[in-house]
T-cell receptor, first 112, second 114 residues
């Protein structure tokens, strides 16, 4: 099993550009999550999903969108990139709401 | 609302010393899970342990041990005979799914000095 994979590993965006961060898991987990981690800080939950077709906001959803068309994939969309979105983005998955979250390697995003 | 407190922001110890990282979890739930994760300087997040509030037995895994006391809402993590490779940020966290929507705190940064 590859676990949770994320692409790209690193990206530089200009202000106002859009991009999609990809996340895929091969563990057949129902729950998937997107977090952001600013330098020296903890992780903040952006969005999560409890299964295909079902998503919900976390603590910091503004400026982001998600979709969940399959169990495996949970892409995160940034529509109009802003410098405040410079961060490291982690995707995670778990088999249940109380289950262990397994994290991807992260995507480092720099918005200039 | 749930709240996780890791009061120690940074800890420095000399190699081979024992170190305990504190975690207090405030919640109205009567049963819950808590997790510890490790984030080394390379940046990945590594799962260490998941415990149920029903289980207050100490858990030991090699040099790592965990003490879960529901009466004080504490879930402390001890590293015995610390090593330089233990240098990392350690997060104590409840699950984020369902109604919780809880984020991780800033964690405790542990530096083990050779």
């Amino acid at each position: 099993n590859a676990g949770v994979t994320q692409t790209p590993k690193f990206r530089i965006l200009k202000i106002g550009q859009s991009m999609t961060l990809q996340c895929t898991q091969d563990m057949n987990h129902n729950y998937m999550y997107w977090y952001r981690q600013d330098p020296g800080m903890g992780l903040k939950l952006i969005y999560y999903s409890v299964g295909a077709g079902i998503t919900d906001k976390g603590e910091v959803p503004n400026g982001y969108n998600v979709s969940r068309s399959t169990t495996e994939d949970f892409p995160l969309r940034l529509e109009l990139a802003a410098p405040s979105q410079t961060s490291v983005y982690f995707c995670a998955s778990s088999y249940s709401s109380q289950g262990t979250q397994y994290f991807g390697p992260g995507t480092r995003l720099l918005v200039l | 609302a749930q709240k996780v407190t890791q009061a120690q922001t940074e800890i420095s110890v000399v190699e081979k010393e024992d170190v305990t990282l504190d975690c207090v979890y405030e919640t109205r739930d009567t049963t819950y899970y808590l997790f510890w994760y490790k984030q080394p300087p390379s940046g990945e997040l590594v799962f260490l342990i998941r415990r149920n509030s029903f289980d207050e037995q100490n858990e030991i895994s090699g040099r790592y041990s965990w003490n879960f006391q529901k009466s004080t809402s504490s879930f402390n993590f001890t590293i015995t005979a610390s090593q330089v490779v233990d240098s990392a940020v350690y997060f104590c966290a409840p699950p984020s799914g369902g109604y919780q929507k809880v984020t991780f705190g800033i964690g405790t940064k542990l530096q083990v000095i050779p």
